[in-house]
C-alpha cells in the first residue's frame, strides 16, 4: 500500500510521514518545495501544489490513500486526479472551526469548502477537526529565547491545545486501520490551561521563569489587524471572504478571547477513543518542544 501525504513540511504531516514509516507503509510525500524537506530516505518525493491539480496527476499515481492538507481553492481537481488514479481513502486535516457556532467565519468555510468537495467525490473519507494547535505557541520562541516577556493577548482566557503528534496519531490511524470511514473526529488537548499558565509550562520545561504581557482591548485590536494584514489581503484577492467581512474577522477572534476567559474549554475524549489513551497535555508538549525554545 502505497499513502501519499500532503503538507510534509508542517507541523502535522511531518508527523504523519514518521508514523507511516515507522508502521513500514511506502509513503510519498509532496511539497511546493521539495528541496527543502528533511525526511528519511526511503519516502519517495515529489514536488505539488494543491492549488495546480496537474502538478498531483503524477504524485497520486500508484497510490491508495492520501493525507490531505485542507486548500479548497482547486479541490474539486484534485479529487478528480485522486478519483482517477485510484486512490481510495482520504484523510483530511480540517478544522474544529467547521463544527463551530460561527460557521460562516473564514475558517470554517475555508475547511467545509474541502470537506463537501470531498464528500461530493464518491471517494472513502475521513475528517480530522482538530483545535487550536499548541504548534502555534512556537510564536513565542522568539521573545523567550531573547529574554523578554511574551506578548499575549488575554493572557487569562483558556484553550485547549492539541499536540500536533496526537492530530498526526489519529490520522495515521483513520490511514492504516478499517472502521474510520465517515468519520468526522473533533479532537482537543488533554487539559484546559491559561495562555499565561502554557508560559508557565515551557519556562518550567527549560527550567527558567518567564515573563508575560497580558495585552487586551484596543491594543490586541491594533495588533491584530497588522499581523492579519496580509493573510487578509490573500483571502480577499482569492475570493474566500469580502473585503468588509474582514474588520469582523478581527472581532470575532477578541470576542472568543474574551468569552474564554470565563473558565476552562472542553474537553474532547475522541483522542482517546481513537487511540485508546487520553490526548497530551500542554506539559508534554512543552517538554517536547525544549530545543525550540533555548538557544
Ligand atoms: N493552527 C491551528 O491552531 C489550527 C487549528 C485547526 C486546524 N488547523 C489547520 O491545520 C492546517 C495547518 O497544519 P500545519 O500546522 O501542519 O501547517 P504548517 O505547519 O503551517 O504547514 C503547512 C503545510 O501546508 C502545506 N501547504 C500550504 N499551501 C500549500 C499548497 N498550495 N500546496 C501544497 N501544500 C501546501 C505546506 O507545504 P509546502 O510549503 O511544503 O508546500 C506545509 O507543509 C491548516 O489547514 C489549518 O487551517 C490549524
Redesign the pocket.
Known sequence: MTILV????????RNVVDLLVQAGTDVRA????PE?LDLPAEVDVRR????DPKTFEQALQGVDKVFL???PSAIDGIMAAAKSAGVKHVVL?S??AVAGRDADHW?ARW?LAAEESIERSGLSWTFVR????A??SLQWAQSIKAGAPVRLHYAHSYVSAIH?RDIAEVSTCALLQDGHSGAKYHITGGDSITQGEQVALIGKAIGRDLAFDDITGDDVRVELRQRFKPRLQELIQSGVIEPTAAPEIIETRIRYYVEALEGPVEIDGTVEKVLGKPARTFAEWAVDHKADFTN
Open positions: 500532503t503538507g510534509a513540511t508542517g507541523n502535522v504531516g509532496t511539497s511546493r518545495n527543502s505539488a501544489d494543491l492549488t492538507y485542507t486548500q486535516l478544522s474544529l475558517i475547511h482538530p483545535g487550536l494547535f504548534a502555534n500536533e
